[in-house]
């Protein structure tokens, strides 16, 4: 929605657990100084293969029981009875998101959902856990590095990216799940056609355009704002920044000043 703020959601891309701790240790530590309400909540932090592969599940228990919220983003895409597997081991987990990708199709998303129910019910029975809210699930559509003429030429889908998108997240919408992984240039579309309840999640963030590494389908932070985005995900903007703590609390400044 227009003229609301985004949720930034961090991608802890790092090789170990260590180096994660480090980042969330001078997070902790700012909360500290500036006295944080014990209501005022904890920001976002993704977790993705790199970490997940090193540092294993109990990472996860770990930050969650630190009052983040987590959105492990493992990116399933496998036939139906084993993503519905992963999905109940993931939910058992207590994440807040995780993610799937559509072109895995309509049964293997339905799975994942089913999943998350069975996750949810023997998670109540044995609950180590620190939430029992339901997690969202979200469907990659295409990736961010892909632009039109890979998609056309080495994927083979003809047409434009924006349609290939706009298929996806309607068979993501038809299939129940609650958002889509998008670019931020694809929001807008997405939300006119299917709904501003239906959940983006956009990264290719850029805080200038100078520097797009492996992304293709780019915006700026106050861009993708602009454009109604639901949750930024940045990773290397923060993680690599020379001082990473400073940089994320300059980016949620600027993004608060941008609704002025
Ligand atoms: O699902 C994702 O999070 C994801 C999907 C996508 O299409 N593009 C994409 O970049 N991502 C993830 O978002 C993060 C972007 O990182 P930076 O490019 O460093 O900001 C990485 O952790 C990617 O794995």
């Known amino acids: 929605m227009k003229g609301r703020k985004s949720e930034?959601?961090?991608?802890?891309?790092?090789?170990n657990s260590d180096l994660a701790w480090s980042f969330i240790n001078h997070l902790e530590d700012s909360y500290s100084i500036s006295r944080m309400d014990r209501k005022t909540v904890k920001p976002w932090l993704k977790v993705g293969m790199q970490l997940y592969y090193a540092a294993g599940p109990a990472f996860i228990t770990d930050i969650k029981e630190k009052?983040?919220?987590v959105f492990l983003d493992l990116k399933l895409h496998d036939i139906p009875n084993t993503v519905k597997g992963a999905a109940q081991s993931?939910?058992?987990l207590g994440v807040d998101m995780f993610n799937v990708h559509c072109s895995g199709g309509s049964r293997m998303m339905e799975a994942a959902l089913e999943g998350i129910d069975k996750g949810l019910s023997s998670r109540s029975i044995s609950s180590t856990s620190s939430t029992d809210a339901t997690p969202l699930l979200i469907g990659v559509t295409q990736l961010t590095s892909t632009s039109k003429a890979m998609m056309n030429e080495e994927i083979r889908i003809i047409g434009e990216l924006e349609d290939s998108v706009l298929h996806y997240a309607s068979l993501t919408k038809n299939s129940g799940l609650s958002g889509v992984v998008c670019s931020p240039?694809?929001?807008?579309?997405v939300k006119s056609k299917l709904g501003m309840e239906f959940?983006?999640?956009t990264p290719g963030i850029r805080l200038s355009k100078e520097s797009q590494d492996d992304q293709v389908r780019i915006m700026t932070h106050l861009e993708a704002?602009?454009?109604?985005?639901?949750?930024?995900?940045?990773?290397?903007?923060i993680t690599q920044a020379e001082a990473p703590l400073e940089m994320y609390q300059r980016i949620m400044k600027e993004l608060e000043s941008g609704l002025g």
């Open 199 to 201: 959940l983006t999640v």
């Open 185 to 189: 240039r694809e929001v807008e579309l």
């Open 225 to 237: 704002q602009q454009v109604g985005t639901d949750y930024m995900v940045i990773g290397r903007a």
């Open 67 to 69: 009052g983040y919220r």
């Open 8 to 15: 930034v959601i961090i991608a802890l891309d790092y090789e």
């Open 90 to 92: 993931i939910t058992q």
